[in-house]
């Protein structure tokens, strides 16, 4: 076992945008490690989340999974109510959809509703996020940052996140908002974090807490910034270019995978799992 400690539950991570209408790649593996057990939708994330939940609640009903409930929590109190709590009671898997991911974890951090998120995982469950969903897993998390553009120092915001995966930094609509420069910039302000970028329609599922295998049409960006020589992060003034040498990256596609713990990337031969068919390959 390496430095990451093993979970027994799943998660997988989205990019955003992901298919609901044809082949549901990503919505598919959510379902099928569900099966027939509770889903639980999340709309925490959403100021206005009117209508997220019946479209991912049609959707998953349409995948087999018949028992999907939503969580809706405007205000932090909500996620003591037993009422909210009793919504977990049995569920197989939690799924987190877009919107704030500071909205996340200022209701949901060290209530109840966190609790029974993080014991359903340890216990095996499954627990999916979308966009700010997926920002959130991480012990740090990127809150806001400029996109299309090279990192100027200063700018970036992170906070504490839901701490399920650890060793990450996790960015969403990765290639399609140009959010290089600023997981480059957060890999920059500690280097013991791998950076991962997320396209759209594109997801990590991660096993066993340090296995990453990649689902849907996107690329999966690995920034690991332990072979790192120099960068100025720490020296120069704000809103100074940022500059970093010796940055090692990955790019991975569906069947491709990473271990967190021995920070290689592996194909699907390693992995011991065959690639779902993707579209045009």
Do not use: W
Not at 170 to 178: L, M, N
């Amino acid at each position: 076992m390496s430095k990451h400690q093993r979970k027994k539950g799943t998660l997988i991570v989205i990019g955003g945008h992901e298919d609901k209408t044809d082949g549901k790649t990503i919505l598919k593996e959510v379902a099928r490690m569900v099966g027939d057990g509770r889903l639980v939708v999340t709309t925490v994330a959403s100021h206005q989340p009117e209508g997220y939940f019946e479209e991912y609640q049609r959707t998953f009903q349409d995948l087999g999974v018949k028992d999907v409930v939503e969580l809706a929590i405007a205000e932090r109190a909500e996620a003591r109510q037993e009422s909210r709590l009793d919504l977990l009671d049995g569920a197989r898997g939690i799924f987190f959809t877009g919107g704030d991911q500071l909205r996340i974890t200022s209701q949901l951090g060290d209530t109840p509703i966190y609790s029974r998120v993080q014991q359903l995982y340890e216990e095996g469950g499954v627990v999916a996020g979308t966009s700010a969903g997926a920002s959130v897993m991480s012990d740090v998390m990127l809150v806001s940052g400029e996109s299309d553009e090279s990192h100027r120092i200063g700018e970036l915001q992170m906070a504490p996140g839901l701490g399920l995966i650890h060793g990450v930094v996790i960015d969403q609509h990765f290639a399609e908002r140009g959010r290089m420069g600023r997981l480059l910039g957060a890999v920059a302000k500690n280097p013991r974090y791998v950076g991962i970028g997320i396209d759209e329609n594109t997801a990590v599922v991660v096993e066993g807490g340090e296995l990453l295998r990649v689902l849907g049409s996107g690329a999966v960006y690995v920034i690991d910034g332990a072979t790192v020589t120099s960068s100025n992060i720490a020296d120069a003034k704000q809103d100074c270019t940022l500059s970093i040498y010796d940055v090692r990256l990955h790019v991975l596609s569906q069947g491709d995978g990473f271990d967190l713990g021995r920070r290689e990337p592996m194909d699907a031969d390693q992995l011991g799992k065959d690639p779902v068919a993707q579209d045009g390959r």
